[in-house]
């Protein structure tokens, strides 16, 4: 088994990637929007843009996911959420999902996603 973290800093990693030989799983840190600014379908859009980045310096993409938990600051946003996430997950590959409302770390984040992909061996 080999552990590989990404983009790590004192307290969290972007990114950790566990290989198993047969397996990798990826692991992705709460991803927040860049610009806290914009209302919840933008900073879902960017968030979901930043996890499409991620997963490909692993040669993965959003049907690789297995497993994502959705941060909302309130549920008010639950519907205007799941319409871009709806745009973005693909047909037959929906992984398993939880979405909870939280207090996120700053007031102006609307969303926090956290995920998990699970692909192939290393090439």
Known sequence: MNIIRHDMGPRFSEMVTVDL???RLLYLSGQVAENPSLDITGQMREILRHIDRLLAMQGATKKDLVSVTIYLRTVGDYAAMNSVWDEWVPAGHTPARATVGAKLI???YRVEIQATAAIGPAP
Request: net charge negative.
């Open 21 to 23: 030989g047969a397996a």
């Open 106 to 108: 700053d007031s102006e």
